[in-house]
Nanobody
């Protein structure tokens, strides 16, 4: 079993900062990457940022230059530092860990947390 738990969400004014944390536990030694995704009411879930085991990062266009993802591999934890927050960043933020499928060797198996709410007010 794999468990993914997010923390750090909350309410902040526009221009403020928050730092999210996500810890994965369980059968995760074959982890390929971890990442953050978000879903606002009435919108589809979108990728915010991901980081691979070797530290390669990706960012969604809307957060580039404002958000920074990092990881502590020893703790199977990833962080998302969010600066210069905007009202449009308001969403439920999910963390996901993607594992390598033992049959195919490909990074296919994703496990999700329950999400943490981020609310940015003007």
């Amino acid at each position: 079993q794999v468990h993914v738990v997010e923390s750090g969400g909350g309410s902040v004014q526009s221009g403020g900062s928050l730092k999210l944390s996500c810890r994965a536990s369980g059968f995760i030694f074959s982890s390929c990457r971890m990442g953050w995704y978000r879903q606002a009411p009435g919108k589809e879930r979108e990728m915010v940022s991901t980081i691979t085991k070797d530290g390669t990062t990706t960012y969604g266009d809307s957060v580039k230059g404002r958000f920074t993802i990092s990881q502590d591999s020893s703790k199977a934890t990833v962080y998302l530092q969010m600066n210069s927050l905007k009202t449009e960043d308001t969403a439920l933020y999910y963390c996901a860990v993607t594992l390598r499928d033992p049959s195919s060797g490909q990074c296919l198996l994703s496990y999700w947390g329950q999400g943490t709410q981020v609310t940015v007010s003007s």
